[in-house]
């Protein structure tokens, strides 16, 4: 599976002591007009524009520590889902570097491997291997995961039988035992009733315990300044505030326009 | 390390846990909620079978030309019914994950491999039939008309995997590829000798046309599994064709056809999470 070691790092090396490191990364998305190849050629022919562009990233640069719990927050649309996709290596910069060490596991949009028409044993393997588990790590953390989500009388059923709150559990109880040194959660902290939310809110304290660290993205602030040691607040896709969780979230308060 | 990035086709060994439960999620859902299940593997190319045999075999009177035409007539149109699927479920492998690549990163080659897999696994049953009749016909294959057979598997399943990784990742940002699929598919059938032989082709065109044609990888694939079924029967054949030397190029050109879908998937790569 993914490395758990990068072997450029030596002890000499100044970063070695990283868990991210993320350096003048920009990224702008081209949004096309056209879908079809017909529609392209006529847009270029009636000398339409065929793409507008859009930034939604002007040069970010921070590092995170191993072991740190950090918050990424900001308003709508500021750019933190975007950092977090480049994080786990869906979106590639357009410029700038993005560097992790260690296996990384994103919660990002619980239950998007999930398949209706398979029972949930067969969903969680699917979706364990999904998040980069092999078969002995699955099989050995089955049995938690279960009890975490708190329907083992439901395995064998086929996950469209399921109600939306069994789904939702299943998902995170997965994802959160997915085996990793880096966690990057984005805004599935609102999941579930609110014995269950207690219950994830403590797994990822636990997770952070042990060393773990943890990128969340959230709306819920309270609860990260619980759960996080540090917060980077993005503001119209740059970096306005890096340091303390509570900083961060009065810096974001004070942001936020008088309405 | 850097987070999306990997080596490709070279990377899938790494993943092949990931890559077997995305085939054995293929494989479960395929048949769910039809009452027949699996049947509907033996009835397509059957029902498909039995259209051109009535068509060209006793209309057209080629089964009369052509000795134990069933068999040759079985025996290439699965092949390129395989080609068919591997070409068309790689070219749809992305944009069908749309959910997967948007939001976690996986070497995304896995989905195409994946298909190629699950292709292969529904061509188990028809093989099965072309055995099953040939048996009952009298059939005495040398092993090496059986290796024939699996070179020729080999030729399609590469030259649609190079394909549809091509076709696959132009359909991300251009739906119309899709369009050139089915064109290339649908001439497919008739650009390879599995109606007629080719040998009745080469006399009524020039010399030159035939070698173009005989440069279409799909020909001596399915001349190959000719060789291993057809030709492989108790009955004498006629207007056998050896094709050692357009076998090798069809060895060759399918590879070449897959490294070039390779990179061109890889260049395209980075743009899918976002223009999907």
Known sequence: MRKTSDPTATAADPDAHLAVKVTEVRKSFVLRHTHTLKETVIAALKRKTLTSRFDALKGVTFDIPQGESVALIGFNGSGKSTLLKMLSGVYRPDAGEVRVRGRVAGLIEVGGGFHPDLTGRENVYLNAAILGMTKAETQERYDSIVEFAEIPDFMDTEVKHYSSGMFIRLAFAVAIHVECDILLVDEVLAVGDEPFQKKCFDKLQELRQQGKTIIIVSHFLDLLSKLCDRGIVIDQHQIAFDGPIDEAISTLRSLAPAS | MIPGTSKGLLSIPTYRYLLWRLIRKAVLIRYRGSVLGWFWSFARPVAQFLIYFIAVGIFLRLGTTIGDYQVYLFSGIILIGFFTEVFNQTTQAIVANTDLVKKIYLPRELFPVSSVVVALINFIPQLLIITVVCLIVGWHPSPTQLLA?????????????????????????????????????????????????????????????????????????????????????????????????????????????????????????GRFAQDL
């Open chain 2, 149 to 269: 057979a699996v070179l020729g598997v080999f030729i399609m399943a590469t030259l649609g995997l190079g394909l549809g990784l091509f076709f696959g990742a132009l359909n991300v940002s251009f739906r119309d590829s899709q369009n050139v699929v089915d064109i290339i598919l649908m001439m497919a059938l008739w650009a390879s000798p599995v109606l007629y032989q080719a040998s009745t082709m080469y006399g009524s065109l020039p010399e030159w046309v035939g070698t173009v044609y005989q440069l279409n990888p799909m020909v001596p694939a399915v001349e190959l599994m000719h060789y291993a079924f057809w030709a492989a029967l108790d009955t004498p054949k006629t207007g056998v064709v050896g094709y050692t030397t357009f076998t090798l190029i069809a060895v060759i050109v399918s590879l070449v056809i897959l490294v070039i879908g390779q990179l061109v998937f890889r260049r395209l790569e």
